[in-house]
C-alpha cells in the first residue's frame, strides 16, 4: 500500500510503504526530525521513500544492518525497522540520525566524521562552536573501515571512540590483535550526552535555600546554578552536580537537574539501593540503569526523567564509593526492553510476558531473603474500593499476561489492578504483581503476595543479599536476566 507523507515545504514529501495504521505517527515524527536537522546542511531535491518493514529479517535483508540498527539508507530508500519494534525506541533520535546522514550527502567527509554528526544531531538542533580535534590520519582511516564493515567488536570500539569524542571524554584504545567473543553492542538510540530529572512543584514546598542564599518564592521567577549545588539537610534533595534550573511555580518549587549518564546512573544507583548498599550490587545496578536509559531515554514530557519509582529514586548527586562502582560496572548483553529492576521479588520472579503480555516468557532468579518485610504481604481492598477498580479498568488480558477475576467480572491484568490500586488509594495498597486474590462473601478482595513492584528483572533485595554472601555483580546478573532476554 502506498501512502504519501507530507513534511513541511519546501521538501519533497517522500512516499510511505508499509503499515498504514503506523503512518500518522512516523508522519509527525518525520516533520519534527525535517525541521530538528536543519542545521546540519540542506535537503537534498528528488524523490525518496520511507519503506517500513513488517518483519525483521526484510529490514536486515534489504540494508545489512546489524541486530542493534533502526534504520538504514540504501540509495533514495529509507528503510526502517518493523512498527512494533520502533515504538519501543526513541523514534525521533532514530529519524534524526538518519535524515542527517541524507541532509550531508555530498559533503566531503570522512565516514566516522559524518557519522560522528549523525550521532550528535541525535540530541542536539545546534552545531557545536567547534567540533573537537580530529584525530591523527591512521587512526580517521581505522574509524572509516570499522564502520565501513569491520568486525562487530570493531564496530563496537568504534561507536564507542565516536561518543566519547563528541563528549571530549577519554578515548577508548582500538581493538588489539588477541581475538575475544564477539558481540554486538547494540547501536544507542541517543547520542545525549546528559541526563535530565525533573522534580515537581508539588513534591518540593517551603522556604529554599541554595548554596546558603534564601530564594525568594516570587511566581514566574527563574534561577540557574553549575556546579556544586547545595541545599538544606531537611530538604527533600540533597547535594547535587551539574546545571542545576530552579523555577517559583504556584504549587513550590520546580527543580530541574542537567548531568552527564554517569552521574544519573551513579545517583539513580544509590537512590535506589543506598550508599551502604554492598559494592557489588551497587555494580549490578548501574549495569542494568545504563541498559534501561539506553531503551527508555525519554519517559516524561521534553524528555525528562522523573525521581521517583517510574523511573528510577535519585535523592541527590551519589558518593564517590557509588561512582566508583558505576565506572566498573560490567557491559550487559541484555535486550533493552527487558532491562528492568524491582525492589524485591519476594523469591518470585515473573517474567515481562507474564506481566505485560510482550516479551519473553522466561522468568528470572530471585532469592527468598531473610528479613526481608516484602517476602510476603497480605491486603483487603473493600468492596467500595473494589468497584472502583472495575471502574477504572476494562477486562481483558494479552497472551500470556497474567490476570485476576474479581467476582465475575474479569479477568483483568494484575499489572493494571496494581497500578490503578496505587494510584487510588497509595502505592502499599497492591504492593506486587505476585500475588493471588478472593473475592469474600461482602464484596472485599483479599490478597496474598510476595514482593514489592512489578517483579520483573533484577531484584534489588536479591542483589543486597547475593552480594553479601560474595557474589560478583556479573553471577547476581547472570542470575536475573535469563538467555532468552539478551540480544542475539
Given at each position: 500500500?502506498?501512502i ?6 519546501p ?65 533514495e ?24 546522514h ?14 560522528a ?6 540530541s ?19 574509524l ?55 522534580w ?26 553549575r ?45 535506589e ?42 535523592r ?9 562502582a ?23 520472579a ?13 522468568t ?20 467500595a ?12 488480558l ?18 493494571d489492578l ?17 500475588c ?53
Amino acid at each position: 500500500m502506498m501512502i504519501l507523507v507530507a513534511p513541511a515545504p519546501p521538501f519533497t514529501p517522500p512516499t510511505f510503504e508499509g503499515d498504514p495504521g503506523a503512518q500518522a505517527p512516523i508522519e509527525e515524527a518525520l516533520r519534527a526530525a525535517l525541521a530538528a536537522t536543519a542545521a546540519q546542511g540542506p535537503w537534498p531535491a528528488g524523490p525518496w521513500r520511507v519503506r517500513l518493514h513488517a518483519e525483521a529479517i526484510a529490514f536486515e535483508r534489504a540494508t545489512g544492518a546489524p541486530p542493534g540498527r533502526s534504520g538504514q539508507w540504501v540509495g533514495e530508500v529509507l528503510h526502517l525497522r518493523p512498527w512494533e519494534q520502533l515504538k519501543r525506541r526513541d523514534l525521533g533520535a532514530i529519524l534524526r540520525h538518519e535524515l542527517t546522514h541524507r541532509r550531508l550527502t555530498g559533503r566531503d567527509l570522512h565516514r566516522w566524521e559524518e557519522e560522528a554528526r549523525c550521532l550528535w544531531a541525535e540530541s542536539h538542533r545546534r552545531l557545536p562552536k567547534a567540533w573537537p580535534s580530529a584525530p591523527a590520519a591512521a587512526l580517521q582511516a581505522r574509524l572509516d573501515r570499522a564502520l565501513a564493515g569491520g568486525t562487530t567488536r570493531e564496530q563496537a570500539w568504534s561507536y564507542r571512540w565516536l561518543r566519547a569524542w563528541l563528549r571530549r571524554e577519554p578515548l577508548p584504545a582500538p581493538p588489539g590483535r588477541t581475538p575475544e567473543p564477539e558481540a554486538w553492542v547494540k547501536e544507542a538510540l541517543t547520542a545525549a550526552d546528559s541526563v535530565t530529572v525533573v522534580w515537581p512543584p508539588e513534591r518540593l514546598r517551603g522556604p529554599l535555600v541554595v548554596n546558603g542564599q534564601r530564594l525568594p518564592h516570587r511566581i514566574g521567577r527563574t534561577w540557574r546554578f553549575r556546579g556544586r549545588v547545595r541545599f538544606p539537610q531537611a530538604f527533600p534533595v540533597r547535594d547535587l552536580r551539574g546545571l542545576v534550573r530552579i523555577s517559583a511555580e504556584t504549587r513550590g518549587w520546580r527543580l530541574v537537574w542537567t548531568a552527564s549518564r554517569a552521574a544519573w546512573i551513579a545517583a539513580a544507583t544509590e537512590g535506589e539501593l543506598g550508599a551502604d548498599a554492598p559494592f557489588e550490587a551497587r555494580r549490578a545496578l548501574a549495569a542494568v540503569l545504563g541498559r534501561w536509559l539506553e531503551g527508555h531515554p525519554r519517559q516524561h514530557e521534553g524528555g525528562a526523567l522523573c525521581p521517583l519509582t517510574h523511573c528510577a529514586v535519585v535523592r541527590g548527586a551519589a558518593s564517590a564509593d557509588t561512582a566508583g562502582a558505576v565506572a566498573v560496572s560490567p557491559e550487559l548483553n541484555l535486550d533493552a526492553r527487558w532491562a528492568f529492576f524491582t525492589g524485591s521479588a519476594g523469591g518470585h520472579a515473573l517474567s515481562p510476558r507474564g506481566v505485560w503480555g510482550e516479551g519473553p516468557a522466561e522468568t528470572g532468579g530471585a532469592s527468598v531473603v531473610p528479613e526481608d518485610r516484602w517476602a510476603t504481604w497480605e491486603r483487603t481492598l473493600s468492596a467500595a474500593q473494589v468497584a472502583a477498580l472495575k471502574r477504572d479498568l476494562r477486562p481483558g488480558l494479552r497472551p500470556g499476561q497474567q490476570g485476576l477475576r474479581l467476582g465475575e467480572s474479569g479477568p483483568y491484568a494484575v499489572e493494571d489492578l496494581r497500578l490503578a490500586a496505587g494510584r487510588r488509594f497509595g502505592w502499599t495498597a497492591w504492593p506486587s504483581n505476585a500475588c493471588e486474590g478472593d473475592i469474600q462473601p461482602d464484596g472485599s478482595l483479599r490478597l496474598r503476595g510476595r514482593g514489592w513492584g512489578h517483579n520483573v528483572g533484577l531484584c534489588l533485595a536479591t542483589a543486597r543479599f547475593r552480594a553479601g554472601q560474595g557474589a560478583t555483580a556479573e553471577q547476581i546478573l547472570a542470575e536475573a536476566f535469563p538467555v532468552s532476554w539478551r540480544l542475539p
